[in-house]
């Protein structure tokens, strides 16, 4: 990685996880695999892991008895009263769901939209974190957690996953039992942890694009109370994208993750862990191809087929299937996540208390083409962030014959500081400027034009929270939960803007190159602050109809804390930010959920059922305002946002040579009420509209109104339709003198069409597409297993994103999906 890093902070981060490996792996023997435990579930999955290679695959979507541990104690998953999807580490590697973005394949109401690591969402239900550039002034709707360690940042959710043993998918809010308030659910990842017999286990995977992937995991004593385990990944792939003007491959993987533990058990009633994970992504990325191009509302003479013209400018191809790219401009996706975490756990009488106390960093280099052209209009678009994360959470979980409770305690201290740069080049007079203007003609107006952006955010959050089961009889269970949360964030922001010859370009003066200079960059500074408790509350009641036959109810009310902007706000006449939208208020939910959980054929047959309905007051939105670089984008409250839907989990396992699950969902979310809103391309560019006045038709320049009422319509990202099936047959047999299974196995997935844009466009709806994948091979009773593989097996031509190009041209630009891949993998372990 060439990116440059503050020494100081470097070194103390270095030490501080250097330690933690020192203490981790001391004494290891060899290479080895993940940290972690949560709450026994890793114990539990470890145990699970020394059975043989049929009872492997059980469990995660295709069903049998799967230990979870949402509620913060090991339990079956049919046993809790939560909408949960669960994947076994089994299914991941077979699937090479080997990241959060790949997961989304088996969990259908998972979504993940990502132009790259740092601008990345996971959503569930269609909530959960606003469309667009993120916003580091408002938190994440759904939590990801590693071992009980809450990640705050999604640009986590990129990296490889390391050594799971399982994934739960929690819907719908987790404030009264997770650290962090979460008000569309939870990612709880469970890693396997230290164990006293020795084990091991290794993985090499190659493919097509020159696709890489190697892991391995050993864990065992080091002494009759001592135990490690230590765990590394690999992977790397040619680019799916050619830039012809640099003569690269784009869209590269280049991933690395060391994750260390060591496991101190001086009696059976205490455990302490301390564990450490260093992981980097040093990929060519993060690029796009030319889709299309739409009408907007400026004059015909500023949209996109004649700024190109004017230029001699021709993409590559107008077929983003060519998959090929122009962009000029630098292109980094530096990322680095890292820390370390001390978990004591200890046994009290009838209940455990535990604690886990944990630091996270996170450096991203980034290197972008914002004008996403072959034309050096943005020659730089730069904006590196250093994070460091520290929280604490201390909890008591009892059970008993009649009441079980969780109690609990969670302070979190996040500091964010971002150094941002962005620079027009010589091309941009011409494509930026009204073209009636001499200065469009005159390209040391804006070449050199640079923005200098400084900001950091203080993030603090503290909460209490419990909940309580109580099982009225042996077959009714009311559970009530309640958090109170204080949260409080100080930002700053400021923008410095220079001309080409390092002269500051400031209001005041009024001739026409500085007017148009501050069109494209307006220098602002301001000190966002935002402080708020909130008190939450939840109830669920349980009824137990058989022992394969339960029945839950849920209410919420819940919220996710306000926010500030930290990438600047918009400016009245007079140019002063406009300070009222320095903040977004809280986002205030009320959330509705029934469900039943079935098994059929002496629990060969397992069916859940979920109805649920969200609604969601002051949703936080994100709003671009469609120029260069006024504003990267700021956030507002949309007035009301509902989603609801209906949701299925299925799995069959009619004998041992047969499985199989089909998963559903049916989502409809929509702004109830977003009067002022971002207009779509199609009403954007025009002279700005009365108040009620009717805005032109695209293509014919007349009257644009500077926002739009998009209440009604849906949101972004969500899929009214999303699937997820696949089987897996098997039959007994021996290769080469060893006993073992020879297997075929497919796993698919379906989404039916959705937006692209925050506010839904004619021009960015991403068509429905399905996805199949294969494997076949033949595994042993001793732990080997080697299979082929090939993913988008009908090669199915689609788009993940697509994005609107600056300054409303019409410029429509996209993501297509990986292609075919097909390889092989071969796995070991004892």
């Known amino acids: ?364 280099q980034p290197e972008n083409d914002r004008d996403f052209t072959g034309l050096p209009i943005v020659t730089k678009s730069q904006n590196p962030s250093q994070q460091d994360q520290y929280t604490q959470e201390l909890r008591y979980n009892y059970t008993g014959d009649r009441f079980d409770f969780v109690l609990g305690g969670f302070y979190y201290y996040q500091r964010i500081d971002t150094q941002g740069t962005e620079a027009h080049g010589p091309a941009s007079s011409r494509w930026t400027l009204n073209p009636t203007s001499a200065l469009a003609n005159d390209p040391a107006v804006l070449n050199g034009l640079t923005a200098i952006n400084t900001q950091y955010l203080k993030n603090t959050s503290a909460a209490l929270f419990g909940q309580v089961s109580w099982k009225v009889t042996d077959q009714f269970t009311i559970q009530p939960g309640v958090r109170l949360n204080y949260d409080k964030k100080d930002g700053f922001y400021q923008r410095r803007v220079f001309a080409g010859d390092g002269t500051p370009v400031l209001f005041g003066p009024t001739d026409a190159i500085t007017v148009a200079r501050l069109g494209v960059f307006a220098p602002q500074e301001i000190s966002p602050s935002f402080s708020d408790w909130n008190f939450s509350y939840d109830l669920t009641a349980t009824y137990k109809a058989t022992q394969d036959l339960l029945f839950y109810a849920t209410y919420a009310k819940t919220f996710k804390s306000g926010g500030i902007n930290q990438n600047g706000v918009p400016s009245d006449a007079a140019n002063n930010p406009i300070l009222d939208a320095a903040t977004v208020k809280p986002e205030s939910v009320n959330h509705y959920e029934a469900g039943v959980k079935a098994e059929f054929l002496d629990r060969e047959v397992t069916l859940n059922l979920t109805a649920f309905r969200t609604d969601i007051k002051n949703y936080q939105a994100n709003v671009n305002n469609g120029q260069f670089g006024v504003l990267r984008g700021y956030l507002a409250n949309a007035g009301k946002v509902r989603t609801q839907g209906v949701e299925f989990d299925f799995s069959a396992r009619p004998s041992e040579r047969f499985r199989s699950y089909v998963n559903g969902a049916y989502t409809d979310a929509k702004y109830e009420r977003f009067v002022d809103a971002p207009c779509p391309p199609e009403l954007s560019g025009g002279t700005t509209a009365g108040a009620g006045q009717t805005p032109g038709a695209p293509g014919r320049p007349g009257l644009s109104p500077a926002n739009c009422d998009i209440s009604g319509q849906r949101l972004p990202g969500v899929s009214k339709w999303a699937f997820s099936f696949g089987a897996e047959a098997n039959a007994e047999s021996k290769l080469f003198g060893q006993d073992g299974q020879f297997y075929l196995g497919y796993d698919g997935s379906y989404r039916s069409r959705f937006s692209s844009n925050p506010s839904p466009s004619a021009y960015t709806w991403i068509e429905g597409y399905s996805l199949s994948n294969f494997r076949a091979g033949f595994r042993t009773e001793n732990g080997i297993d080697i299979f082929g593989w090939v993913r988008n097996a009908f090669d199915k031509k689609y788009l993940e994103q697509l994005s609107v190009g600056p300054g409303n041209t019409g410029l429509i630009v996209g993501l297509p999906g990986d292609p075919r891949t097909w390889g092989g993998t071969i796995k070991a372990s004892f």
């Open 1 to 364: 990685m060439t990116a440059k890093y503050p020494s100081v902070r470097r070194r103390a981060r270095a030490s501080s996880l250097t330690l933690s490996f020192l203490l981790a792996c001391a004494a290891t023997p060899a290479a080895a695999d993940e940290v972690a435990t949560s709450d026994d579930a890793g114990a539990a999955t470890s145990a699970a892991a020394a059975e043989d290679t049929a009872a492997q695959v059980e469990g995660g979507s295709y069903g049998g008895e799967i230990i979870v541990t949402a509620r913060r104690r090991q339990e079956t998953a049919q046993d809790v009263p939560i909408a949960i999807s669960v994947v076994a580490g089994e299914q991941i590697d077979n699937t090479g769901s080997f990241n959060v973005g790949r997961l989304t394949q088996l969990a259908p109401t998972l979504q993940f939209y990502s132009s790259n690591p740092r601008n990345t969402a996971v959503n569930i239900r269609g909530i959960g974190a606003p469309f667009g550039l993120t916003n580091d002034g408002i938190e994440q709707g759904v939590g990801i957690y590693v071992d009980d360690v809450y990640y705050s940042r999604v640009a986590s959710s990129t990296f490889d996953f390391l050594d799971v043993a399982q994934i739960e998918v929690l819907r719908g809010p987790q404030g009264t039992l997770y650290g962090k308030n979460t008000t569309a659910g939870a990612i709880n990842i469970t890693t396997n942890q230290p164990t006293f017999d020795f084990e091991g286990k290794a993985e090499v995977s190659i493919g097509n694009f020159n696709f890489k992937q190697a892991k391995a995991a050993i864990s065992g004593p080091l002494s009759d109370r001592l135990a490690a385990r230590f765990a590394v990944s690999s992977t790397s792939r040619r680019g799916t994208i050619y830039n012809v003007t640099s003569d690269r491959w784009t869209q590269s993987q280049d991933n690395i993750g060391i994750r260390g533990q060591l496991l101190w058990q001086p009696n059976d009633d205490l455990s302490v862990t301390l564990s450490g994970d260093w992981n980097r992504q040093d990929a060519v990325c993060c690029s796009s191809v030319f889709v299309r191009t739409g009408a907007t509302q400026r004059p015909l003479n500023r949209q996109y087929a004649a700024l190109a013209a004017a230029q001699g400018y021709v993409v590559p191809s107008t077929n983003p299937y060519d998959r090929l790219t122009d962009l000029d401009a630098n292109l980094n996706a530096g990322n680095e996540i890292g820390g370390a975490a001390l978990r004591v756990k200890w046994d009290i009488g009838p209940g455990t208390l535990t604690s886990v106390t944990a630091w996270r960093y996170w450096d991203w």
